[in-house]
């Protein structure tokens, strides 16, 4: 009896064929085909792509980081173009764009503290960048601990973001040396705490842009694959240190992935300053300086906003939530059935803004409906059921009573009231709600709101509790919730996924007898 077995790598290429026989083993190698440039192209290209690429990252993996967009397979050659000729062109543009314009503001940088004048005192230089370097210290745990909880579900938003604060970080230091010393001390310690927010909101964002590009327990190679983004090269910036954990089965895999990035970025980094070493010689007067700064910043947000776009997400957080559930539920479906079908993250992907409000309300893409604060205490919630005493902060019910919506809700993971004359509405989590849970909370929140706007009721405390109770039959009745859910999952969304809470919010626990409604 003999067998054939073959052995594949990441990518799905047989590197080597077994024949066993009752008495022997052999091994087949598979054929070099003699072409050297070939290997050598092969091997280079291995070098800067993921373990296992393309099958071990999303399609839209190359269309977000600036790196080498230049074939669809490793096994092929010569290149064939990956992307679009003008996606490749944003990569390039962008790269050497950020590392000319971070020579010139360094070069800046050095004017303003005394580089050539024999006057300047070293001192005052040192003095100087360690006080630069103090305030982004401090400024890091300042954002890390007001912004942490948003990054994650507004990752896109941040990513681009970054770039901004690093960019006007890159303009007040072209400012510093027309300045005194006192306003050039403080004018360099904004930028510093720029640079720092640019780091905590660039590293954060950059580990989801990660996990969501990766497949298959490569997290942490296409973390550092990525790793271009975390400011862009050529500059002084803040880079916040993430560690990517894992578990010891995937451990290797990952810290093996983590640093081809870093391999891009430093073939891309070189040239964009081999290149700004050529360019920025001849820019010498205040006038070039500033045109080629403005220019090279446009071009570098620019790109930058087109790779944002790019990337596809599939967790849901609160406009994305907007777009898809809007576009899932349909209110005035017969019988109380859903209508239409659900968008796929590609088509989120595309309608949805990089910039949002948070907690906006829209339905398809509209203008603000109302504005939703969820992981709200329960005092929030009691403010819009009536007026609270300034100084005990307690709560006198005017309409409907904390007991009544403990009821209508017991059965919940959450509470919900709306208030239409402030068109604000507050969802309190329970102890024990999950992220579909929360989801479902979002869609109770946005289908009052609609069903507010569309009726025109006039406002009473019958109409409000009339309205939060036909609005949860909805979402209960037939299953309904359960089959969007299904529908969700089935287009590609992650359901399991909490990406609703830009803050860090509350839950509510019982510890005491269960409380019933009044009877009237």
């Known amino acids: 009896m003999s067998l054939e077995l073959q052995e594949t790598d990441s990518a799905g290429s047989v590197v080597a064929t077994y024949l066993s026989s009752s008495e022997r083993l052999d091994l087949v190698r598979p054929r070099s085909n003699g072409n050297s440039i070939k290997n050598l192209w092969q091997y280079l290209l291995a070098i800067f792509l993921p373990v296992g690429y393309p099958h071990s990252v999303t399609p839209d993996y190359m269309k977000y980081p600036p790196i080498i967009p230049v074939i669809s397979d490793l096994r092929t050659f010569p290149p064939v173009p990956l992307l679009h000729p003008s996606l490749t062109t944003q990569d390039s543009l962008?790269?050497?764009?950020?590392?000319?314009?971070?020579?010139?503001?360094?070069?800046?940088?050095?004017?303003?503290?005394?580089?050539?004048?024999?006057?300047?005192?070293?001192?005052?230089?040192?003095?100087?960048?360690?006080?630069?370097?103090?305030?982004?210290?401090?400024?890091?745990?300042?954002?890390?601990?007001?912004?942490?909880?948003?990054?994650?579900?507004?990752?896109?938003?941040?990513?681009?973001?970054?770039?901004?604060?690093?960019?006007?970080?890159?303009?007040?230091?072209?400012?510093?040396?027309?300045?005194?010393?006192?306003?050039?001390?403080?004018?360099?310690?904004?930028?510093?705490?720029?640079?720092?927010?640019?780091?905590?909101?660039?590293?954060?964002?950059?580990?989801?842009?990660?996990?969501?590009?990766?497949?298959?327990?490569?997290?942490?190679?296409?973390?550092?694959?990525?790793?271009?983004?975390?400011?862009?090269?050529?500059?002084?910036?803040?880079?916040?240190?993430?560690?990517?954990?894992?578990?010891?089965?995937?451990?290797?895999?990952?810290?093996?992935?983590?640093?081809?990035?870093?391999?891009?970025?430093?073939?891309?980094?070189?040239?964009?300053?081999?290149?700004?070493?050529?360019?920025?010689?001849?820019?010498?007067?205040?006038?070039?300086?500033?045109?080629?700064?403005?220019?090279?910043?446009?071009?570098?947000?620019?790109?930058?906003?087109?790779?944002?776009?790019?990337?596809?997400?599939?967790?849901?957080?609160?406009?994305?939530?907007?777009?898809?559930?809007?576009?899932?539920?349909?209110?005035d479906s017969p019988g109380g059935q859903t209508s239409g079908r659900p968008l796929s993250p590609e088509a989120v992907s595309a309608r949805e803004r990089i910039f949002e409000r948070d907690g906006a309300l829209r339905w398809k893409g509209g203008p603000v409906m109302a504005w939703a604060q969820i992981g709200a205490s329960l005092q929030d919630l009691a403010s819009l059921l009536g007026e609270q005493h300034s100084l005990t902060a307690s709560t006198k019910a005017v309409s409907t009573s904390i007991a009544t919506v403990l009821e209508l809700f017991n059965d919940e993971t959450y509470l919900l009231w709306y208030s239409p004359a402030q068109k604000q509405v507050v969802i309190v989590l329970k102890q024990d709600c999950t992220a579909q849970d929360q989801l479902k909370a979002w869609a109770h929140a946005l289908y009052l709101v609609r069903s507010f706007q569309e009726n025109e009721r006039e406002e009473t405390p019958n109409t409000h509790l009339y309205s939060v109770k036909s609005t949860l039959s909805y979402l209960n009745s037939s299953s309904v919730w359960q089959k969007q859910l299904n529908a969700l999952a089935d287009a590609g969304w992650d359901i399991d996924a909490a990406s609703l809470e830009t803050t860090s919010g509350t839950r509510l626990r019982n510890h005491g007898s269960e409380i019933s409604a009044p009877k009237s």
Not at 293 to 308: D, P, Q, T, Y
């Open 94 to 331: 962008q790269a050497f764009s950020s590392s000319i314009a971070g020579l010139l503001s360094s070069r800046a940088v050095l004017e303003g503290v005394g580089v050539g004048n024999p006057q300047a005192s070293p001192t005052s230089a040192i003095l100087l960048s360690i006080l630069q370097d103090s305030t982004g210290r401090l400024a890091t745990i300042l954002f890390a601990h007001r912004l942490g909880s948003a990054l994650e579900p507004e990752c896109k938003t941040w990513r681009l973001a970054a770039d901004i604060f690093n960019d006007a970080a890159m303009v007040l230091d072209c400012c510093s040396p027309a300045l005194p010393k006192g306003p050039r001390i403080v004018l360099l310690s904004l930028s510093s705490c720029l640079r720092a927010l640019c780091g905590v909101a660039a590293g954060s964002a950059k580990a989801s842009l990660s996990a969501h590009f990766a497949r298959g327990g490569n997290l942490g190679e296409v973390n550092a694959v990525s790793r271009s983004w975390v400011c862009s090269v050529g500059r002084r910036e803040e880079k916040s240190e993430e560690g990517v954990e894992g578990d010891n089965g995937d451990e290797r895999m990952k810290g093996g992935m983590s640093w081809k990035d870093s391999s891009q970025e430093t073939v891309i980094s070189l040239l964009g300053m081999l290149a700004g070493s050529l360019v920025v010689g001849y820019i010498t007067t205040s006038v070039a300086t500033w045109t080629c700064l403005i220019l090279l910043l446009s071009i570098h947000l620019a790109m930058n906003h087109a790779a944002v776009r790019a990337v596809s997400m599939h967790t849901l957080n609160r406009q994305r939530a907007n777009l898809v559930l809007s576009n899932l539920y349909k209110l």
